[in-house]
């Protein structure tokens, strides 16, 4: 992905008391840090953070952590919640690395991961970057709960198809998949995020599947 440098992003972003800086040494502590014992769920590649800026407001029985890796795209997130007169607390931006998700979180610390238009990485010789690949599927093994969940959106067909695979090839099971998200029954408690917005206005079905262990 081509990015747009955003002046002052970096300043921003680490003084920013919405995020949770020098993620790594709360590894085990995230309840901790949120003060409380309620249920956390992540979303990696949160982009400017509509979905879980909203999904956080509507369920404030749960902690949410919302983790991009680039500053410029994060600090979008950050710009829109200081505009908002009653931030809630129960979310926290991470800006960190998938690929470092068992250094930030100890085993069975996540309840739940959302994968939103996840990078397709379309060459084969890139399959393993693939949000959804065995590489990563390892890592949320480790960090989710036994009883915790992947629930993932892409309008593009052959990621879907390729992580449906992967997820049955590394010993997920498959609980739910919709290839037209928005003509759903879900289609009313939907939370679209950016891309899908965009998506959807060029009349892309959105495809989305719940995996577990
Ligand atoms: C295509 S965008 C989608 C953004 C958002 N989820 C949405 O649906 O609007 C993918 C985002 O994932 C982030 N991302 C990709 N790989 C990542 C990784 N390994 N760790 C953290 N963020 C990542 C990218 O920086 C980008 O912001």
């Given at each position: 992905?081509?990015?747009?440098?955003?002046?002052?992003a970096?300043?921003?972003?680490?003084?920013?008391?919405?995020?949770?800086?020098?993620?790594?040494?709360?590894?085990?502590?995230w309840?901790?840090?949120?003060?409380?014992?309620?249920?956390?769920?992540?979303?990696?590649?949160?982009?400017?953070?509509?979905?879980?800026?909203?999904?956080?407001?509507?369920?404030?029985?749960?902690?949410?952590?919302?983790?991009?890796?680039?500053?410029?795209?994060?600090?979008?997130?950050?710009?829109?919640?200081?505009?908002?007169?009653?931030?809630?607390?129960?979310?926290?931006?991470?800006?960190?690395?998938?690929?470092?998700?068992?250094?930030?979180?100890?085993?069975?610390?996540?309840d739940?991961?959302?994968?939103?238009?996840?990078?397709p990485?379309?060459?084969?010789?890139?399959?393993?970057?693939?949000?959804?690949?065995?590489?990563?599927?390892?890592?949320?093994?480790?960090?989710?709960?036994?009883?915790?969940?992947?629930?993932?959106k892409?309008?593009?067909?052959?990621?879907?198809?390729?992580?449906?695979?992967?997820?049955?090839?590394?010993?997920?099971?498959?609980?739910?998949?919709?290839?037209?998200l928005?003509?759903?029954?879900?289609?009313?408690?939907?939370?679209?995020?950016?891309?899908?917005?965009?998506?959807?206005?060029?009349?892309?079905?959105?495809?989305?599947?719940?995996?577990?262990?």
């Amino acid at each position: 992905m081509r990015l747009r440098k955003v002046k002052g992003a970096e300043e921003k972003v680490a003084s920013s008391s919405f995020v949770a800086h020098n993620a790594k040494e709360n590894k085990g502590k995230w309840k901790q840090v949120f003060g409380n014992d309620k249920p956390i769920r992540l979303e990696i590649g949160m982009g400017k953070g509509r979905f879980i800026t909203t999904l956080s407001k509507e369920n404030q029985d749960v902690n949410y952590l919302g983790l991009e890796r680039f500053q410029s795209v994060l600090v979008r997130a950050i710009e829109k919640r200081e505009e908002d007169p009653e931030p809630n607390a129960n979310l926290l931006f991470l800006c960190e690395d998938a690929n470092d998700l068992t250094d930030i979180f100890e085993e069975g610390e996540i309840d739940e991961i959302y994968l939103n238009f996840s990078d397709p990485w379309p060459k084969a010789r890139h399959a393993e970057r693939r949000l959804t690949s065995g590489t990563y599927l390892a890592k949320y093994d480790k960090v989710i709960k036994k009883t915790g969940k992947v629930v993932f959106k892409t309008d593009n067909t052959e990621l879907f198809d390729y992580s449906l695979e992967s997820f049955q090839e590394h010993g997920w099971k498959i609980d739910s998949v919709i290839r037209d998200l928005h003509n759903s029954e879900l289609a009313e408690g939907n939370i679209m995020t950016e891309y899908e917005i965009k998506f959807g206005k060029l009349g892309k079905k959105i495809c989305r599947l719940e995996a577990s262990r």
